[in-house]
């Protein structure tokens, strides 16, 4: 390797180890282009082949197999994320979940992976609880040269476990309550023993109402058929000392197209805003199966300022 490639190689590593307002391992990114599209703010819904990801109590009120597979880029192409999950439905017995997410970077020199075995279970439709069981894993290239010849890599590699759970409650018709706790029990992912790497627990609370009850007092039926597929939702989230505010509105244009918005606002330690606009396209390929293609562009602002992220996930539905 040329030392002008060592050099790079060393200011990445920099920005990865030292500099988490650029990147930290296992970041809050988001998984599905759908929820991308919501601002994120998905913890009260959950009810797609994301749900595990943001609530696995979502699992509980999901009837159908459902598949997804998410690929997406950051940071200019610099970081990739892809994704594949799935949601088996048990009956009386509730759901269960699957998934694998891997975040590599393009100098494929660090790589993230995680996995997750999910089970929701509603106990009346007024209910549901579910739980996340987590592995964490982090590896850098150990034939890479400024790894290879840097004492602070212990080890090249690290795993660990954690826990999620996560409860939803609809009260009334049309509003949706939903809470989750994710990484209850401690993660340390260092590959250092200078400094330990735990990931922080993620706390997501948040509501999402039905619109159709606004849409029976609307007198514009084009409006009165749009508002009747329509969501509204709004999150709060906290974690590692930042607070995360989250809305989001969806609607179904007909069966087959939909559209969505979110906004999202980040503050303290580090800050930041965005704005994500989304879509879908749904084909009933025959009475048993679905594709839906979903697609999201997200503009940041603030620490991110002039970047963008695009999402794209196709979902099966059986």
Partial sequence: MTKLKIAICAIWLFISIFTPITFAAFNDIGVGARPFGLGGAFVALADDGNAANYNPAGLGYIDDIRVSLTTAQRFKGRI?????????????????????????????????????????RAFSQKFSFGVNLTSFGTSFDENNEFVKFNDYFVDTSASAFSLDVGVIAKPVTGLNIGLSAENLIPADVSISELEEDNIPINVRVGLAYNLAAI?????????????????????????????????????????????????????????????????????????????????????????????????????LIF
Avoid: C, M
């Fill in 215 to 315: 849409a029976e007092n609307t007198q514009q039926e084009s409006l009165r058929e749009i508002l009747k597929s329509g969501l509204g939702l709004i999150e709060i989230a906290f974690r590692d000392g930042d607070r995360h505010v989250r809305v989001g509105a969806e609607v179904w244009l007909n069966r087959s197209i939909g559209l969505r918005a979110g906004y999202a606002l980040k503050s303290g330690v580090n800050s930041a805003t965005t704005i994500a606009l989304g879509g879908s396209a749904k084909i009933s390929v025959s009475t048993a199966l679905a594709l839906q293609l979903d697609y999201a562009f997200q503009i940041l602002s603030g620490d991110f300022e002039d970047n963008t992220t695009q999402r794209v996930s196709l979902n």
């Fill in 80 to 120: 990739t994320y892809n994704y594949i999950g799935g949601v088996l439905p048990l009956g009386g017995a509730g759901s269960l979940g699957a998934s694998i997410g891997i975040l590599s970077e393009d100098s494929e020199i660090y790589q993230e992976q995680t996995i997750r075995l999910s089970y929701g």
